[in-house]
C-alpha cells in the first residue's frame, strides 16, 4: 500500500508542461491526490498547466529557491537514492515499460521495505500509519546468510535488491 506521503516517480516521455500534467493526472488516478507537490522551479513545473491540475486537485505547491541547495531536499533524497542505489544497479534499461516497472518496484522497496536513517530505522509507510518497528539489533546485523526468526527477506530480481521485514514493536 502506499501512502499519500509518498512520493510518485513517474518516467517522462519528453520534459514539457502536457507531459507532467499528464503524469501527475496518471499519479493523481494511482494513487489520490497529494497533499503537497515539491519541485525545483523548471518551467515544466510552473507551467499553467501543470499549475492547474495542482489547483483542481487542492494541492500545494512548494517550489525550491533558486541557488538554495536544500530547498527541496526530499524531492532530490527521493531522486538521488533512485538513481544511485537502485538504476546503478542495472546494466541496460530495456525501455520505457521497464523503466516503469522498475519506479514501480522501486516505490515499494523505498516506502514500504527500506529502512530510513532519518526516520529512526522506520519505513514511510510505517511512520504514516502510525507504526513503528523495533531497530534489528547490531549483533543480528551481520552479513550472516542465516536470518533471525521472525525477519522476512523479500528479493527484486532487477536491480539485484534485497529487502527485509522487520517486527513491529510491541
Known amino acids: ?11 517522462l516521455r519528453r520534459p514539457t508542461g502536457e507531459c507532467v500534467r499528464g503524469a501527475m493526472m496518471n499519479t493523481i488516478q494511482r494513487y489520490q491526490a497529494p497533499t503537497h507537490c515539491f519541485t525545483d522551479q ?24 533558486v541557488g ?10 527521493v531522486i538521488e537514492t533512485l538513481k544511485y542505489e537502485w538504476l546503478r544497479r542495472l546494466s ?3 525501455g520505457r ?14 516506502g514500504a521495505l527500506r529502512p530510513h536513517q532519518s526516520l529512526g530505522g ?12 523495533r531497530p534489528i539489533a547490531r549483533e543480528q546485523r551481520s552479513r550472516s546468510k542465516v536470518l533471525p526468526p521472525g525477519i522476512g527477506r523479500v528479493q527484486f530480481q532487477e536491480p ?11
Open 68 to 77: 538554495v541547495k536544500a530547498s527541496v531536499a526530499i524531492t532530490e533524497r
Open 97 to 110: 515499460t521497464h523503466l516503469t516497472r522498475l519506479c514501480d518496484d522501486f516505490l515499494a522497496w523505498y
Open 1 to 11: 500500500h502506499f501512502s499519500r506521503k509518498l512520493p510518485a516517480v513517474v518516467p
Open 42 to 65: 523548471g518551467t515544466v513545473f510552473t507551467a499553467p498547466a501543470f499549475e492547474e491540475i495542482l489547483k483542481e486537485h487542492s494541492t500545494t505547491h512548494h517550489l525550491g529557491s
Open 92 to 94: 541496460l534499461i530495456r
Open 122 to 133: 522506520n519505513r514511510p509507510d510505517d511512520v504514516y500509519c502510525g507504526i513503528y518497528r
Open 160 to 170: 539485484r535488491t534485497t529487502a527485509w521485514h522487520l517486527y513491529p514493536v510491541s
